[in-house]
């Protein structure tokens, strides 16, 4: 069975840093498209940032410059690098991975990691 395991999480003071870590295990052929989402409270999930395989990726506007997404395929894991963190970061981070298991490809998802910054 596929699962998406987050770390990295916590508290931190305005203009901090926090680095999150999601690791894939399970059996599974290829880990295609992998990323974060975030879900602050009363907004809809939106898109953080994502990246390929072949390591091109993609951020949303809010933290283009400030966060960096990054991946190790041999770990199968994705790192997400956040800096000058503002208070309007501050929501439940979640990882997804599109993963090939048997030649069917799936989304899955993190149980979540809340991420805290203060004023």
């Known amino acids: 069975q596929v699962q998406l395991v987050e770390s990295g999480g916590g508290l931190v003071q305005a203009g901090g840093s926090l680095r999150l870590a999601c690791v894939a295990s399970g059996r599974m052929s290829t880990i295609g498209t992998m990323g974060w989402y975030r879900q602050a409270p009363g907004k809809q999930r939106e898109l953080v940032a994502s990246i390929i395989y072949g390591g091109s990726t993609k951020y949303a506007d809010t933290v283009k410059g400030r966060f960096t997404i990054s991946r190790d395929n041999a770990k199968k894991t994705v790192y997400l690098q956040m800096n000058s963190l503002e208070p309007e970061d501050t929501a439940v981070y979640y990882c997804?991975?599109?993963?090939?298991?048997?030649?069917?490809?799936?989304?899955?998802w993190g149980q979540g990691t809340q991420v805290t910054v203060s004023s």
């Open positions: 997804y991975a599109r993963i090939w298991v048997g030649g069917v490809s799936q989304d899955y």
